[in-house]
């Protein structure tokens, strides 16, 4: 992330540190789920989406591809408001000819 980035976090203590860097903004769940903008759901239904992926559509995910799975996870999440049709012709469109062997995939 690029510094100055606007950042929701709960009032962890371990987030305290990103005030230095970025625009940090907290919300208190102990008093309230939200404050004004500031709230974490956005990045908790993606956690929920990611977990339901995993255990669900792949049932198994090699710890070693598992930034594959979260990149194929927040392709989707991202893409959201498109329809399946939609978000396959923007995969589509992405890939065209493009080339990616076995090889450099497993490397």
């Known amino acids: 992330m690029e510094p100055g980035t606007t950042l929701y ?3 962890l203590p371990a987030y305290i540190a990103l ?4 625009d940090h903004a907290t919300v208190d769940h102990v008093a309230s789920y939200v404050n004004g ?3 974490t759901n956005g990045i ?3 956690w929920a989406l990611l977990k339901c992926g995993l255990k669900g559509t792949y049932v198994y995910a090699n710890p070693e591809h598992l930034f594959r799975y979260v990149d194929e996870r927040v392709f989707t999440f991202n893409e959201r408001d498109d ?3 939609g978000r ?4 589509v469109a992405a890939v065209s000819g ?3 062997t076995w090889a450099q995939l497993t490397a």
Do not use: K, P
């Open 9 to 11: 976090t709960d009032m």
């Open 19 to 22: 005030a230095d860097e970025y």
């Open 37 to 39: 903008r500031v709230h």
């Open 44 to 46: 908790e239904n993606f």
């Open 83 to 85: 329809n399946d049709l």
């Open 88 to 91: 396959f012709a923007t995969v």
């Open 98 to 100: 493009r080339r990616l």
